[in-house]
């Protein structure tokens, strides 16, 4: 059970604070499509992909305190800060799972707004589709972000200068 938490906890280490659960989510579905071994499963849903296991594992994780998590009011919504706490260090030197390049992805993602790694995660989806046919979804269930040509062809850029980092 807890050699997934540990996978976790290393991402969290490896990307210092991350701030926002939309984010977190983000980060670690594209880690996992970039082949990183994290099990959680993923659904399509309204900000793209989305897992409850994710979720529930985070909570966990912040339950056992290993997690630091803040949660800060932001105008008219709160936003959620995690952070590794010296309890969840400890944990990890005992279980820490190697997995080489997992702290330059995630260091670089947290460095990209929610809103590109939305689009990113969202391309990353549909990855077995034709660009054109990605470009259409993303355009079509993610109206609202009024993404651009230019945004999608970025995000593409984006997922294999990653690619390029692990390999």
């Known amino acids: 059970m807890l050699k997934e938490h540990a996978k976790l906890m290393s991402a969290f280490m490896a ?16 880690a996992k499509k970039l082949a990183f071994p994290f099990q959680e499963r ?13 979720t529930l594992r985070v ?8 997690i630091s998590e803040v ?13 590794v706490t010296e309890e969840g260090e400890d944990f990890l030197r005992i279980y820490e799972k190697d997995m080489p390049f997992l ?8 460095g990209q707004s929610a809103r590109f790694l939305e ?9 077995t589709l034709p660009k054109e046919e990605v470009a259409e979804k ?8 009024k993404y651009t040509n230019e ?8 997922i294999e200068s990653l690619k390029k980092v692990i390999h």
């Open 15 to 30: 990307s210092g604070e991350v701030i926002g659960r939309k984010k977190l989510q983000k980060m670690i579905f594209i």
């Open 42 to 54: 993923f659904e399509f849903h309204f900000y793209g992909p989305y897992s409850e296991e994710l």
């Open 59 to 66: 909570e966990e994780l912040c339950n056992m305190g290993f």
């Open 71 to 83: 949660k800060e009011k932001k105008g008219g919504y709160y936003q959620y800060r995690y952070s």
């Open 103 to 110: 702290k330059d992805c995630l260091t670089d993602m947290n």
């Open 119 to 127: 689009l990113v995660s969202t391309v990353l989806y549909f990855d």
């Open 138 to 145: 993303v355009f079509t269930l993610k109206s609202k972000q």
């Open 151 to 158: 945004e999608v062809d970025e995000a593409y850029a984006y």
